[in-house]
């Protein structure tokens, strides 16, 4: 629950600054009467997004079990491959996010009467569709049909809702200007998370392609410790849930697993290395810092 938490609060933060750079430009620039276009591509976006994840959940299943399991560990590894994607675009580009979408803004106020809309459900559907694909994935982790885990399956749908709640009462405060997070901070603690999870994700994805017989490997165990942890107890859960935890790992799943967790992580903290060692140059211009400035 707290890891599907962290995913809605973290794209939902996202979308949440999308929609309000959105806004307060159009407040600022004395484009009021604009406005309801915004809210019409957040509708639309929004609306694609719900429609994706029901897709995803009940979609597949008129489906024989291989197909299932084939297409579940298929669209798990595409959600990791998105996840890493965003994680490494929001480090590099989230002190620019505000002049781009600006900028976005200023050429469809120009242009055709939906252009603005069109913005708005690009902007936000991008961050919706990754939620619904990365959230579908973690929920199958936390209680597929093959593991021994007694996790409910709304449970990790109402963490994600939460997160989303707070994610849209954070952009409405910044909006009003009652709060101010660093972001920069933020999306670094949060990114390095969602690798773990992601990592987690991962090794359910390559299980699943076993079980579907697409991957070799299904019964030749890198460890089984199903007899010491019980994933139905409480620690159990937390660990499936948090971290995605199998007490029955395949060497396939095993190595997978350490592999993209230390490429990742080693890569993200080189990244973010990159970026504090620029930071002086950018810090001697006389504007702050776009993570500290009212939106």
Do not use: C
Not at 52 to 80: D, H, K, M, N, Y
Not at 259 to 281: K, Q
């Amino acid at each position: 629950m707290l890891g599907n938490y962290l995913i809605g609060l973290r794209e939902g933060l996202e979308a949440s600054l999308v929609v309000t750079i959105l806004i307060a430009y159009l407040v600022k620039s004395d484009r009021r009467h604009l406005l309801p276009r915004i809210w019409v591509g957040v509708g639309a976006a929004v609306a694609v997004s719900l429609a994706f994840g029901a897709l995803l959940t009940f979609g597949p299943r008129g489906l024989t079990f291989e197909a299932q399991e084939a297409i579940g560990g298929t669209l798990s590894i595409i959600a990791v491959v998105f996840v890493t994607w965003m994680i490494f675009w929001m480090a590099r580009a989230a002190r620019g996010l505000g002049g781009e979408l600006r900028g976005q803004i200023d050429r469809a106020a120009e242009g055709g009467r939906w252009s603005l809309a069109v913005v708005a459900a690009l902007a936000v559907g991008r961050e919706g569709l990754e939620t619904a694909l990365f959230l579908w994935a973690a929920t199958q982790t936390a209680t597929g049909a093959h593991t021994a885990s007694t996790v409910p399956a709304w449970q990790p749908l109402v963490g994600a809702a939460l997160g989303l709640a707070t994610a849209v009462v954070l952009g409405y405060l910044l909006y009003r200007g009652a709060v101010r997070i660093d972001l920069t901070r933020f999306f670094t603690w949060t990114g390095g998370f969602l690798i773990v999870i992601a990592a987690g994700v991962l090794g359910y994805g390559i299980h699943d392609l076993q079980e579907a017989g697409v991957l070799p490997g299904l019964n030749n165990l890198a460890f089984d410790v199903s007899g010491t942890i019980n994933e139905g107890s409480w620690y159990g859960t937390l660990l499936k849930g948090v971290f995605n935890f199998s007490a029955q790992t395949t060497w396939l799943q095993a190595v997978a697993w350490v592999l993209y967790l230390s490429i990742t992580m080693t890569v993200f903290v080189f990244v973010l290395g990159v970026r504090r060692r620029s930071r002086p140059a950018v810090a001697s211009a006389p504007a702050a810092s776009p993570d500290k400035q009212p939106v």
